[in-house]
């Protein structure tokens, strides 16, 4: 039987006077990658972020891998293998790419926060051995020159590129990627989707993949969700989900 790694049951949310997300059920099966479409403000982003705890739902519950997390911090969902890349990295500041995608690899060689608070030789091994990996990562990926630069001074695409590779690298078993080709160029979308590809091919990831650009979201993703104002309008086969006269009328407006 297939294990599930996310359920959503009855799950509503409430930001202040706006229902983003009204009796959300669903479950996304372990191993499996769905696409996550809809126009703007349908709940895309409030859906992963209570998947991942920075919301808590005010009506229903949420499991993964069997754990209810309906009220967990977003720490203890992180460790249970969630990861997610963000829609905006507008802000994201203060740190050169290296030392951003370092954070990604620094979750495979967990040195306790004690070692990390006392400077100790575990924990600047630790250190060393993620900047190292992340340097040669960037190289390889042909953004090496971007390494040392501060991440607010990398072009828009390479951030959104290096935040995605953080949350790949973390070895999330569960990774929702919040519009990852957003401010990429042609070149850099097929790049992504080769690398997503073989990512998930080669392990077992289960993929939530936000995205506007249903072209990518179809040849990534065989099973697909559509919202409109909190609301699932339509889930399944991805061919299907986009032939949808509900999606295609909420697209069209
Ligand atoms: N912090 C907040 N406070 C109040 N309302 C919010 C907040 N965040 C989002 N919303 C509202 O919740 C609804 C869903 O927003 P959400 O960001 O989840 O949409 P989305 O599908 O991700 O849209 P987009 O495609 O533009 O990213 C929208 O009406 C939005 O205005
Ligand atoms: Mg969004």
């Known amino acids: 039987m297939t294990a599930v790694a996310v359920e959503l049951a009855d799950v509503g949310v409430r930001l202040g006077s706006v229902t983003a997300l009204?009796?959300?059920s669903l479950t996304f099966d372990e191993g499996t990658r769905v696409g996550?479409?809809?126009?703007?403000?349908?709940?895309?982003?409030?859906?992963?972020?209570?998947?991942?705890?920075?919301?808590?739902?005010?009506?229903?519950?949420?499991?993964?891998?069997g754990t209810d997390v309906t009220r967990a911090a977003p720490a203890r969902i992180a460790k249970l293998g969630v990861g997610r890349s963000l829609q905006s990295v507008g802000r994201i500041g203060g740190i050169s790419a290296v030392e951003f995608l370092s954070l990604g690899l620094?979750?495979?060689?967990?040195v306790s926060l004690v070692h990390t608070l006392l400077g100790t030789r575990a924990a600047r091994r630790a250190e060393r051995w993620a900047r190292g990996a992340a340097t040669e990562l960037l190289d390889e990926m042909g953004l090496g020159r971007y390494g040392p630069v501060?991440?607010?001074?990398?072009?828009?695409?390479?951030?959104?590129?290096?935040?995605?590779?953080?949350?790949l690298v973390g070895h999330a078993r569960l990774v929702i990627l919040d519009e990852p080709t957003s401010?990429?160029?042609?070149?850099?979308?097929?790049?992504?989707?080769?690398?997503?590809?073989?990512?998930?091919?080669?392990?077992?990831?289960?993929?939530?993949?936000?995205?506007h650009d249903v072209g990518f979201v179809r040849s990534l993703c065989p099973t697909s969700v559509a919202l409109d104002a909190g609301k699932v309008i339509s889930a399944g086969?991805?061919?299907?989900?986009?032939?949808?006269?509900?999606?295609?009328?909420?697209?069209?407006?």
């Open 22 to 24: 009204e009796q959300v």
């Open 36 to 65: 996550i479409v809809g126009p703007n403000g349908a709940g895309k982003t409030t859906l992963a972020n209570v998947i991942c705890g920075y919301h808590h739902p005010t009506a229903g519950r949420i499991s993964i891998y």
């Open 106 to 110: 620094e979750t495979r060689w967990p």
């Open 150 to 167: 501060a991440l607010e001074h990398c072009p828009y695409g390479v951030r959104k590129y290096v935040d995605v590779l953080r949350t």
């Open 183 to 211: 401010g990429l160029s042609t070149h850099e979308r097929s790049e992504l989707h080769e690398l997503l590809d073989r990512f998930t091919r080669a392990s077992p990831t289960t993929l939530l993949l936000i995205d």
């Open 237 to 253: 086969a991805t061919a299907d989900v986009l032939a949808d006269p509900k999606v295609i009328r909420c697209f069209t407006g």
